[in-house]
C-alpha cells in the first residue's frame, strides 16, 4: 500500500471504512512519522502514542462489529493544545500549566472521538494562543517543513507544521485573530475559522472569550470541511454556541470543487491591497483573482474603510479579556506553583508562580489589558475598541450586501525566518492585519494556498456572513481545483 | 478603646443619621449559577464542584433559568423595573476563594432597579427605597489554619471548600434611607425582617441568617443638620436581625463621640462583633480596589420577554404586608395591638399557634406576655425561645380542659421553655394538676371555713368580696394546684350564698 501519511483525510477514512487498511495501521504509520521527522519540525508537544493506539483498535472493534461509522471513523487528528483533553496533558504553550491533565474533554474533543477520529497528540502553539510565530510557546518554536529555518506563523503553528509535514492528515486549531488562517497561510495548508458561536468553546482555554473560535485545519479544502461538520453545532454548555443548523459545508466544498463559480459576486478589499503585502503575496493574490474570475466569478473592489482600526481595536480588546480570563492561573487548584515554601504569604505565592509561569508577550497583553480596564480608562481604551468593534461589523454588512464573499491574502507576508520579528510585538502584530475584521466582525473566514513566492507558501482569505459559512468553503474550493495543492520538500 | 460614649438621646439630638442596606440573599435553585452542582447546606468540602464551579481552565458558564425566575420576582415582589435587556459583568480581584479570580456579578446593567419596600416601624409607614437587585455568583469558603483569630494575619495555612462557589446569590441594595432619626436602627432591623419576610413567602430561599443564606451590610454615617451626609462605614458580619439594630446604634455612638472629639470618620468597612456589640474597623477603603468590570463575555445578554414577566407577576403569592392586614382584621386587633404584635416578631408564630387550635386572643397571650419576656430577658429572638406554636396551642388546650390553671400554666410553659418536654409531659412530671376531685376539695373548702369562722359569716351576711381570703387559704392548702373560680364556687355553696 502506498504512503498512508500522504493520503488525504477523505481517502483514509475510505480505506478503513471498506476494510483495505485498519485504523491502527493508519494511527501506526503516522505516529512512525511524527518519530521520525517531529525532532526537527516540533510540531508536537504530547504524542499521545497509547491513547492513540487504544482509540484506533476501538474503531477497528466497531468497524468489525458492523457499525456504521462516522465520514472521519479512523483518521488521525492533532489537536492543539489549547483544547482540554481528559487525562491528557494540556498546556496552552505555557509553563504555567506544565503537567495539568485536565478531568475532562473540550465538547470539540468529545465529538472527535465520538466520531472515530484518533488523537495523536498536542500541538505547539504560541503561549495561549497569544503570536503568530510560535515562537512565543514555551517549549520553544516549531519549525515550517517548507524550510525548517523559518516560523510556521502562529498561534497554531504546531497544527499547520503537522499537515504540512504529513505528521498529520487533520488538526484543530483556534483562531482569535488568524491563529488558524496565518500558520495556514505560511504553510500551504488549509485553515478555516468558523462563524464565531458556530463552533463550541467549552474546554478551549481561554484566550480572548469574545474572540476565540476553534476550527477545522486540513491538506485540501473538502477534509476541512468534512472535520468542520464533525466538530460543528450547538452545544448548551456554550452559552455563546448559537442554536441552529451547521451550514452544509461538506456540499459546498464538492460543489466550489467542480471549478463553477458562476454567479458568484467577489469583493476585494480595497484597504488590504495596498502597500500593506509583499510583492510575491500580492502577485500571487492577483493570479487567484484571475482564476476565480475565469471560473465565472464576478469580482469587485470593496471598500471596507474602518477594517484599517482593526489592529489597534483587537489590540484592547483581547488583552483586556485575557487579563482577566488569565487570572485564575494562581497555582491554587492546578498547574505550577512557585515560593511555597512555608514562610511566604498566598499573595507572594500567586505572585512569584504568574512571575515564573508567564511569558513576556503574555506578561505584556496581561498588562495592557489591565490597564485598558482601569477605571478612569475604560471609556478610552475598551469602551472606544467596542464601538470601532460595531463599525468594523458594519462594513462587513455593508460590504455582503454588494458581494457574496470578500477575498484578501490571508497575510502580508509568508513565513519569515525565526527571530526576525520577536524583538519588536508591532511587526509580530502586522502578520495578522488581514485576518483581524473578521474576528472582531464574528463571521467565518477560510485561509486555502493560492501559490508560492520565492518558493514559500501564499495563502488566500475568503470572509463569508456569519452563520453561511458553506460559501467560503465553496470559493476556497474552486480556487483549489483550479490551482491545485503545494507539497513542501522532503524533510 | 476606653472611650465613654455619648448617650443615645444627645446623638439623635444633634446628629442626623443617613442609613443603606446591602443584603446578600443565596438562592434555594436545586442547582449553581452557571452549572449544574447541587446547592445544598452542608456537604463534605469541595465535593460538590465541577471544571465549571472550579473555574477550570476552558469551562464555561451557563445561566441557571430558576435563579433568573427567582431574582425577576423578588424585584417584582419589591416593586421594581426590570430590565428589558441586561448584562453580567465580570468584577476582578484575586482572592483564593474566587476560583476564577473574579466574580461574575452585575455592574450597570442591573436586571431590577428603582424599586421599594414599604416596613412599619412604631404604628408608621416607612419607604425604603430600593436602587438595584442584581444577580452574581457565591465564592468559596476559606478557613484560616494556625493563626488566633481565625483571620488572614497570623495563619500558618489556608484551605478552601469550593461547594459554596457558584452558588446564586442576589444582592439587594437599597437608596441611602434619611430622615428616620432616633428610629434609624429599628428601621434598619425592620427593613431586613420584611425583605427576609417577602423572600421567604416567595419560597426563593431559605433566608436563614445563621447559615448565611442571608446576609446583610450596613451603611452608616451621621451628619449635623442641614449640613451634608457624613462619611459612611460598612458593617460587615451582621448576623442576626437584632445584630442589624445593634450594629446601626453601636456605629451611631461610636461616629458621634468621634466627630464630638473633632476627629473625622474614615470611609472603612468595620466588623460587628456579637458578643460586645461593638464595630472594629476592617479593610479601609480610601484606597479604593479597581475591580476592572467590564461585560461578561462568555454569557449572552439576559432579555427576558416581558409577557414572562407579567406572568411571574400575577403569579406572585400574598406578600407579607397584605398578609398581615389580613391577620389583623381575622384576628381583630387594633393597629396599635397588631404594631406590638410585629416589634415582638410574633405574626408567623401566633398564625402558627392559632393554625393550631388556639383563639387569637389566647395565642397573642402567650407569646406577647410570658414569652416574649422570657426573649428579652435572654436577649434571644422570640422565634428562638424554645417553644414551638404546636407546644403553645397543647398549652392552651390543657388550660381550657380545665386541667391547668393560669399559674401551672406558666409553670408549665416555663419548662418548655428550659426544653423538659411536651406541656402534657412536663405537667405529669412536676405534678401540676388542677384538684378536680371534688371530695378533696370540698374538705380543703371545709377546713378553710372551720378555720375562719369570722369571715365565714361576713360571706353568710353578704358580703361576697370577702370569698376572696377563703380562697387564698384553700389554694394555699391545695399548693396552688386547684382552679380558684371552682374553688370559689364551691366555697359559696357550702355557706349557702348565691354566687
Known amino acids: ?491 | 478603646m476606653t472611650t465613654t460614649l455619648p448617650a443615645y438621646d444627645e446623638v439623635v439630638a444633634r446628629y442626623e443619621p443617613v442609613i443603606g442596606l446591602e443584603t446578600h440573599v443565596e438562592l434555594g435553585t436545586n442547582t449553581k449559577m452557571w452549572c449544574g452542582c447541587p446547592t445544598d447546606f452542608g456537604g463534605e468540602p469541595n465535593t460538590r464542584v465541577c471544571p465549571v464551579c472550579l473555574g477550570l481552565p476552558g469551562s464555561l458558564p451557563v445561566a441557571n433559568k430558576a435563579a433568573i425566575e427567582a431574582i425577576i420576582r423578588i424585584g417584582l415582589a419589591l416593586n421594581c423595573s426590570i430590565a428589558e435587556w441586561c448584562r453580567f459583568a465580570r468584577k476582578n480581584y484575586f482572592y483564593p476563594d474566587m476560583p476564577k479570580n473574579f466574580q461574575i456579578s452585575q455592574y450597570d446593567e442591573p436586571i431590577c432597579v428603582d424599586g421599594y419596600l414599604d416596613v412599619e416601624v412604631n404604628g408608621e409607614t416607612v419607604r425604603i427605597e430600593i436602587e438595584r437587585v442584581h444577580l452574581e455568583e457565591d465564592t468559596g469558603k476559606t478557613l484560616h489554619v494556625g493563626g488566633a483569630t481565625g483571620r488572614i494575619h497570623g495563619a500558618t495555612e489556608s484551605l478552601v471548600d469550593y461547594n459554596r462557589a457558584g452558588i446564586p446569590l442576589v444582592e439587594i441594595v437599597t437608596k441611602p434611607v434619611t430622615g428616620t432619626g432616633a428610629l434609624a436602627p429599628e428601621v434598619a432591623k425592620a427593613y431586613v425582617t420584611e425583605l427576609r419576610d417577602v423572600i421567604r413567602t416567595l419560597g426563593v430561599s431559605d433566608v436563614r441568617m445563621e447559615e448565611g443564606s442571608l446576609r446583610c451590610d450596613v451603611n452608616t454615617s451621621l451628619n449635623l443638620p442641614g449640613q451634608e451626609w457624613g462619611t459612611r462605614t460598612e458593617t460587615k458580619n451582621v448576623n442576626s436581625l437584632r445584630s442589624v439594630e445593634r450594629a446601626v446604634r453601636s456605629e451611631m455612638l461610636r461616629q458621634a463621640s468621634v466627630l464630638d472629639a473633632g476627629g473625622r470618620i474614615t470611609q472603612e468597612t468595620r466588623h460587628f462583633h456579637e458578643d460586645t456589640g461593638d464595630t472594629t474597623p476592617g479593610r479601609s477603603k480610601e484606597t479604593a480596589t479597581d475591580y476592572r468590570y467590564f461585560p461578561e463575555p462568555d454569557l449572552v445578554p439576559v432579555a427576558p420577554d416581558p409577557a414572562w414577566v407579567a406572568e411571574l407577576k400575577a403569579a406572585l403569592p400574598e406578600l407579607p404586608r397584605v398578609h398581615r392586614r389580613r391577620l389583623q382584621e381575622q384576628w381583630g386587633l387594633s393597629d396599635l395591638d397588631m404594631q406590638s404584635v410585629l416589634n415582638a416578631g410574633a405574626v408567623e408564630l401566633i398564625e402558627a399557634t392559632v393554625a393550631a387550635g388556639t383563639t387569637p386572643a389566647a395565642a397573642r397571650k402567650w407569646w406577647l406576655g410570658e414569652l416574649s419576656r422570657r426573649a428579652n430577658e435572654s436577649g434571644v429572638e422570640l422565634a428562638d425561645i424554645g417553644a414551638t406554636p404546636a407546644q403553645v396551642a397543647e398549652l392552651q388546650g390543657l388550660v381550657d380542659a380545665g386541667k391547668l390553671n393560669d399559674k401551672m400554666a406558666r409553670t408549665v410553659l416555663e419548662g418548655v421553655v428550659d426544653g423538659e418536654g411536651s406541656p402534657t409531659e412536663i405537667m405529669t412530671s412536676r405534678g401540676l394538676e388542677v384538684v378536680s376531685d371534688t371530695g378533696a376539695l370540698t374538705a380543703a373548702v371545709d377546713e378553710a371555713i372551720a378555720a375562719n369562722p369570722g369571715i365565714a359569716d361576713k360571706i353568710r351576711s353578704g358580703k361576697v368580696a370577702a370569698a376572696g381570703a377563703l380562697v387564698g387559704a384553700v389554694m394555699k392548702t391545695t399548693r396552688g394546684q386547684a382552679d380558684a373560680k371552682t374553688v370559689r364556687e364551691l366555697i359559696l355553696e357550702r355557706l349557702g350564698v348565691q354566687g
Open chain 1, 1 to 491: 500500500m502506498s504512503d498512508l501519511t500522504r493520503m488525504t483525510a477523505t481517502e483514509i477514512a475510505a480505506l478503513v471504512a471498506g476494510g483495505e487498511t485498519s485504523a491502527v495501521e493508519v494511527t501506526r504509520a503516522h505516529l512512525d512519522r511524527i518519530a521520525a521527522v517531529d525532532e526537527q519540525v516540533h510540531a508536537f508537544l504530547h504524542v499521545d502514542t497509547d491513547g492513540a493506539l487504544a482509540a484506533a483498535r476501538e474503531v477497528d472493534e466497531r468497524r468489525a462489529a458492523g457499525e456504521v461509522l462516522g465520514p472521519l471513523a479512523g483518521v488521525p487528528v492533532a489537536v492543539k493544545d489549547v483544547l482540554a483533553t481528559r487525562g491528557v496533558p494540556t498546556t496552552v504553550g505555557s509553563k504555567i500549566l506544565e503537567g495539568w491533565r485536565p478531568p475532562y474533554d473540550a465538547t470539540i474533543v468529545q465529538r472527535l472521538r465520538e466520531a472515530g477520529t484518533v488523537m495523536l497528540g498536542k500541538t505547539n502553539m504560541d503561549e495561549f494562543a497569544m503570536g503568530s510565530s510560535t515562537e512565543y510557546s514555551a517549549y520553544g518554536p516549531t519549525h515550517n517543513p517548507w524550510d525548517l529555518s523559518r516560523i510556521p506563523g502562529g498561534s497554531g503553528g504546531g497544527s499547520a507544521a503537522a499537515l504540512a509535514a504529513y505528521e498529520a492528515p487533520l488538526a484543530i486549531g483556534s483562531d482569535t485573530g488568524g491563529s488558524i488562517r496565518q500558520p495556514g497561510a505560511v504553510t500551504g495548508t488549509v485553515g478555516a475559522k468558523p462563524t464565531y458561536g458556530g463552533t463550541s468553546r467549552y474546554g478551549l482555554v481561554a484566550f480572548s472569550s469574545s474572540l476565540d473560535t476553534p476550527g477545522p485545519c486540513a491538506r485540501n479544502v473538502l477534509d476541512a470541511a468534512l472535520l468542520h461538520q464533525v466538530i460543528a453545532g450547538h452545544d448548551p454548555r456554550d452559552s455563546t454556541s448559537i442554536p441552529q443548523p451547521v451550514p452544509d459545508v461538506v456540499a459546498a466544498a464538492k460543489l466550489g470543487a467542480t471549478g463553477d463559480l458562476t454567479g458568484v459576486r467577489l469583493g476585494i478589499v480595497s484597504e488590504f491591497i495596498g502597500e500593506g503585502a509583499e510583492p510575491g503575496v500580492m502577485a500571487a493574490f492577483r493570479e487567484s483573482v484571475d482564476a476565480l474570475t475565469k471560473m465565472g466569478a464576478e469580482v469587485v473592489e470593496v471598500s471596507c474603510p474602518t477594517f484599517a482600526y482593526a489592529l489597534p481595536a483587537y489590540y484592547l480588546i483581547a488583552p483586556s479579556e485575557c487579563s482577566s480570563n488569565l487570572a485564575r492561573f494562581d497555582g491554587v487548584r492546578f498547574g505550577l506553583r512557585v515560593g511555597d515554601d512555608g514562610n511566604r504569604s498566598l499573595e507572594e505565592v500567586m505572585s512569584l508562580t504568574r512571575e515564573a509561569g508567564f511569558g513576556p508577550e503574555v506578561k505584556r497583553r496581561i498588562m495592557v489589558g489591565t490597564y485598558a480596564l482601569s477605571s478612569g480608562y475604560y471609556d478610552a481604551y475598551y469602551g472606544q475598541a467596542q464601538k470601532v468593534r460595531t463599525l468594523i461589523t458594519r462594513d462587513f454588512t455593508a460590504a455582503f450586501e454588494r458581494v457574496d464573499a470578500l477575498i484578501s491574502p490571508t497575510t502580508p507576508f509568508t513565513a519569515f525566518p525565526i527571530g526576525a520579528r520577536t524583538a519588536d510585538p508591532y511587526q509580530m502584530y502586522l502578520a495578522d492585519l488581514f485576518t483581524i475584521p473578521t474576528n472582531l466582525y464574528g463571521g467565518p473566514g477560510i485561509s486555502v494556498p493560492c501559490g508560492l513566492s520565492e518558493g514559500l507558501p501564499v495563502g488566500l482569505q475568503v470572509m463569508a456572513p456569519t452563520m453561511a459559512d458553506d460559501r467560503m468553503y465553496r470559493v476556497a474550493a474552486a480556487l483549489e481545483s483550479a490551482v491545485g495543492t503545494f507539497t513542501p520538500p522532503a524533510l
